[in-house]
């Protein structure tokens, strides 16, 4: 899920300490590196990519992805986050619906030291679990997946009564998901990248 990078309409937290060009750029360039490691996967046929967009309609959404090398995209659309990822599930269900049911893995493009690794280990804990969750230093996640299993079912549980952007979106989304008594496995906590003391940990460790 991303955000068309668009001059002084991204990062606009770090853009106050490195300016906006520059937080337009490092934008960029994570949003290339989340998509790298993505193809890395879907050129051996592991994994499918489709980008969830905000900031731009259809057209331009297209021309973009072409741009970009990829094939399949959907607009985020209106309201919380919770209310966009549902609606990529819906998408996703209707997509599956013609092909066989697969798992789900959102990402975001925050994250300048994603590896290919993760993704892969994501997938293989989703052959026992029904979510996995990738923890952020914020009190959010960098990612979240669901089994094809639990995504058949309508899965909307996990993004009732959230204040995003909040520092307990994970405890509630665990809460939420614990209710319904679901299996959970975690992945290492990462850091997203939203001002300038997140980009100095992640780049020098501090």
């Not at 060009?21 to 590196?33: D, R, S, V």
Request: hydrophobic fraction near 35%; charged fraction near 25%.
């Amino acid at each position: 899920m991303t955000k068309w990078p668009r001059y002084g309409h991204c990062k606009t937290r770090l853009s106050k300490d490195v300016g906006k060009n520059n937080a337009l750029l490092i934008q960029i360039m994570m949003l290339q590196h989340t998509i790298s490691v993505a193809k890395s996967l879907f050129e051996k046929n592991i994994l499918d990519i489709s980008l969830a967009i905000s900031g731009i309609g259809f057209k331009s959404s297209k021309r973009w992805c072409q741009q970009l090398g990829l094939k399949d995209f959907y607009l985020q659309g209106k309201g919380s986050l919770g209310e966009r990822m549902r609606r990529q599930i819906l998408k996703h269900q209707k997509n599956s619906f013609l092909n066989k049911e697969r798992p789900l893995i959102f990402i975001g493009t925050d994250l300048p030291n994603l590896c290919h690794i993760e993704l892969l280990e994501t997938i293989y804990k989703l052959k026992s679990s029904e979510v996995v969750i990738g923890p952020s230093s914020d009190g959010g996640y960098w990612l979240i997946a669901f089994s094809e299993t639990i995504l058949s079912n309508n899965l909307f549980y996990p993004f009732i009564d959230i204040k995003w952007s909040t520092s307990n979106v994970l405890q509630k989304t665990i809460d939420n998901l614990n209710k319904i008594n679901l299996k959970i496995d975690y992945l290492n906590n990462k850091i997203d990248i939203d001002n300038i003391q997140d980009l100095v940990k992640v780049c020098y460790g501090k």
